[in-house]
């Protein structure tokens, strides 16, 4: 099972392996009898308490400051038939969840393009995992160890260990289970403690670990994803998520779950099916627009909306004609006279600004799509990564398995012409909301 983004912060180029064969760590300390009844009964109060104070199918919603961090990473590129790696700028996103009893608190991305929440633990002694907060089993009075079929470990027993390959590193774990809180909203989930990391590129991360958030076909198994645990447990007010990106110091990137806030919105939102039961939000585009133009360039292509991407990304032959198309000058002599660039989508073409798609430095310009080939029946397939998520507020819903897209509102930008970069094609336009006061406060 393929723990990490299609083109995640790492880009990974493997899947996960399940050895059976891992070596045992011998840290259960007490008979596995006691301590399922234990933590049992722990949880049957838990959940008592909470139903009572916030009634069972009402739900809360909770929001998650992100902050940002920049880094530089390396790209594989074709031009002309010759390939080659390129250093290209990335960004994540990440904010707090706390794992076990007493919480034990960690900074994760959330990312729509993995399943699993995956953390350093304290088996781990590699340099990656000593540098970030680390899971201690053995602080956790609720913590199980277990298979990766979920079947209890007992004393003694080997292992089943789990690796995940990256593009420059790997992730080796066991399988654990304990109560994962998204604020207050707390639910029983296995998850990945990492027994090792690579230095490269863990090393260079402020944040400790991925929260994935895709459809529950990308998690090890149904009681890994967190989501649809805390959707089982009425523990949202609505089964959704929404996100929104910034990449400015003057606001705050958050993710909401239980709800969407409008206040993030400058236009209304309008909703797309998943289109594939890959486990991605995965969803249709009929084709692409140049100027609000549509091309012919890829009907029926697919794009899977991905939080733990840092670029853009699309099938090799469709970004050689777009970039043809777009004609961007490597002196960046025509920047201020290029197009938007748009995709549409149902009734709506999404657009993109040349500072969206166009890669601006002290090397000149080019377009900064990145190429992946991804064959049928999943491809061909582009990934909205965090350029198209800062300028779209996007929702999850776990209920209908839809994605929401609505024009972001910025403190940076007009709300009137961020609307304007959604445009609908029925003629009825997109209704523009009144500016309103932003609450950074969740």
Not at 101 to 115: E, I, L, N
Not at 145 to 168: K, L, M
Not at 294 to 321: E, R
Request: charged fraction near 20%; proline fraction near 5%; aromatic fraction near 8%.
């Amino acid at each position: 099972m393929k723990q990490c983004a299609l083109v995640s912060i790492l880009i990974c180029v493997g899947a996960a392996v399940v050895d059976k064969h891992a070596h045992d760590h011998g840290h259960a300390e007490e008979k596995y009898e006691d301590q399922h009844m234990h933590k049992q009964q722990q949880r049957n109060t838990d959940a008592s308490y909470y139903a009572g104070m916030h009634g069972e199918n009402m739900g809360m919603t909770h929001s998650i400051s992100m902050k940002r961090q920049m880094y530089k990473g390396t790209e594989r590129q074709t031009i002309q038939g010759k390939s080659g790696m390129k250093v290209v700028h990335k960004t994540a996103y990440y904010g707090r969840v706390e794992v076990g009893t007493p919480r034990q608190p960690f900074t994760v991305v959330f990312d729509t393009g993995s399943g699993n929440l995956m953390v350093p633990s304290t088996y781990c002694q590699s340099k990656a995992c000593k540098q970030h907060k680390q899971f201690d089993p053995k602080a956790s009075t609720t913590k199980e160890d277990i298979q990766a079929d979920g079947s209890y470990a007992n004393e003694g027993a080997p292992r089943d260990q789990i690796t995940v390959t990256f593009g420059t590193g790997e992730i080796s774990g066991v399988f654990l289970r304990d109560d994962v809180c998204v604020g207050n909203m707390c639910a029983n989930v296995q998850f990945v403690g990492a027994t090792d990391e690579t230095d490269d590129p863990f090393t260079s991360f402020s944040f400790d670990g991925v929260l994935g958030l895709a459809l529950p076909e990308m998690a090890q198994g149904p009681d890994f994803s967190v989501m649809d645990n805390l959707v089982k447990k009425h523990a949202l007010h609505k089964p959704m998520f929404g996100v929104f990106l910034s990449d400015s110091e003057v606001e705050s990137s958050e993710i909401t779950f239980g709800d969407i806030k409008k206040e993030h919105m400058a236009s209304e939102m309008f909703w797309q099916p998943v289109s594939r039961n890959s486990g991605y939000w995965q969803v249709q585009i009929d084709d692409i627009a140049i100027d609000n133009k549509k091309q012919d360039l890829c009907k029926d292509c697919q794009v899977a909306v991905d939080t733990g991407t840092s670029q853009l990304a699309g099938p090799t032959d469709v970004i050689n004609d777009l970039s043809g198309r777009l004609n961007v000058k490597k002196d960046c002599s025509n920047y201020k006279d290029l197009p938007n660039l748009g995709f549409v989508m149902g009734d709506h073409i999404l657009n993109l600004q040349p500072v969206d798609y166009v890669d601006k430095g002290q090397d000149g310009c080019e377009v900064s799509l990145m190429q992946l080939d991804v064959p049928p029946p999943n491809g061909p397939l582009f990934i909205f990564g965090d350029p198209f998520l800062r300028k779209y507020y996007t929702a999850y819903d776990r209920s209908s398995s839809q994605v929401g897209f609505a024009a972001a509102r910025h403190l940076d930008m007009p709300t009137d012409e961020a609307a304007a970069l959604l445009v609908s094609l029925n003629g009825a336009g997109m209704i523009h909301r009144e500016a309103a006061p932003v609450d950074f406060s969740n």
